[in-house]
DNA sequence: GTCTATATATTGATAGAC
DNA sequence: GTCTATCAATATATAGAC
């Protein structure tokens, strides 16, 4: 017989992981943790070394849970790329909603929270980020014809994060979605205005625009 | 003769801020505070009843710093308002370099390690940012004629902050000031095509640039 | 692998002399 | 207002039985 694999290392993460996005990573302790996981001390230092050691793990575990629980469902609202990136925003607005924007993006969290403090969480968290963007570029790639031949797709898949953890810390200061849609929109209007140029190149001196070209984008932003 | 009033609580209030921006607000023992401040426990807790009240001392220095520190040295390079806009974010790419991508914005590392679990604090961040975005818009304002008129000057100075937090939230985690340049340079042809687009409309039909109206931004951000 | 019990250090905060 | 001394609670981490 095949010796059953523990779940218990799992629970600790899955624990940790919602604790440090709720409360943050210093201000979570190993006791909350453990409790939380309904696991003993003893469990928790058995599979992991130290606090900072759980940490990594956490961080390994957004690394896993990107495509199946940010990417995926967005994806699967629509086929259309840049639909697609905008989808991905639409599920953090949700999250927003749904805790009142008290919680925000886990990864943008700890970034902040701790900074350089410790070598490997800084390269994990960047390695989180970069995944996101890789995630968004693979949209604009697929969207490139549309998008003007200069545009540097991998810097505007940044700027796509950007503009979403800018605009999330903002709801959450204010407690107010108004400052993330606003984000969105305005970011929905440079799109727009990329897609607009390239359409004006790529019919020569033509600049009218075919009907149905420029779908009106409703966001619930505008007031 | 007048009674020397003390800078002890200033003192105090000073060390705090730095090592809050340094490390974080949990991260940061009160001891560590009054070693730095040169003073005593006694002291500290004389002019504060808690942790947590001299964070709200913290955050109130921040609203007195704004102007002194953060929009006249940068409003003091440039008469045009469009410009103070971008020289107010070359002063935090300044920071960044200055430390190497490891200082962000303090305001913003305390809105996302403490989000929302002291109301008295959400609300002094909350302020810090409605001031911070107040002065931009003041910017914006004073270059409305160049606007397109139907630009939310509010909303587009609460995207100006998005963009600065959201590129500084990257550049810190990648170590890296590529993703705060490249935040920058698409915000800046952001602005562009929204003062082209201005352009375009008071010129009536003419669509033609007058040379000199579109100065080249050099932002250090171009590979 | 999981448990209980505990070590050790540090935390935020207080008391009371001066 | 500032000091020293210290409390009580909590933190991370460990030891060793099972």
């Given at each position: 017989m095949m010796p059953v694999k523990s779940d218990t290392r799992e629970k600790i993460v899955e624990a940790a992981r919602e604790l440090f996005h709720v409360q943050g990573f210093h201000a979570t302790s190993l006791a909350e943790i453990f409790r939380k996981a309904g696991v003993n001390s003893g469990s928790l230092y058995y599979f992991f070394k130290s606090k900072d050691d759980l940490l990594l793990a956490v961080l390994d575990a957004y690394v896993g849970l990107?495509?199946?629980?940010?990417m995926e469902p967005a994806f699967r609202k629509t086929d259309d790329p840049i639909e697609r990136v905008f989808s991905v925003l639409a599920g953090y607005r949700q999250m927003l909603m749904q805790t009142g924007c008290k919680l925000g993006c886990p990864i943008g969290n700890l970034a902040l929270e701790l900074g350089d403090t410790k070598p490997e969480v800084r390269e994990k968290i960047a390695l989180n980020f970069a995944n996101w963007c890789r995630a968004i570029e693979s949209c604009l790639d697929a969207a490139a014809d549309r998008?003007?031949?200069?545009?540097?797709r991998a810097r505007l898949s940044r700027f796509v994060l950007t503009v979403m953890e800018g605009g999330i810390m903002q709801a959450r200061g204010h407690r107010d979605i108004g400052p993330y849609d606003d984000g969105v929109a305005q970011l929905r209007d440079y799109f727009d205005r990329l897609l607009a140029q390239r359409r004006r190149e790529a019919g020569g001196v033509r600049q009218d625009t075919r009907p149905g070209d420029l779908p009106s984008h409703k966001t619930g932003a505008e007031s």
């Open positions: 990107l495509w199946p629980a940010v998008l003007p031949a200069d545009v540097d």
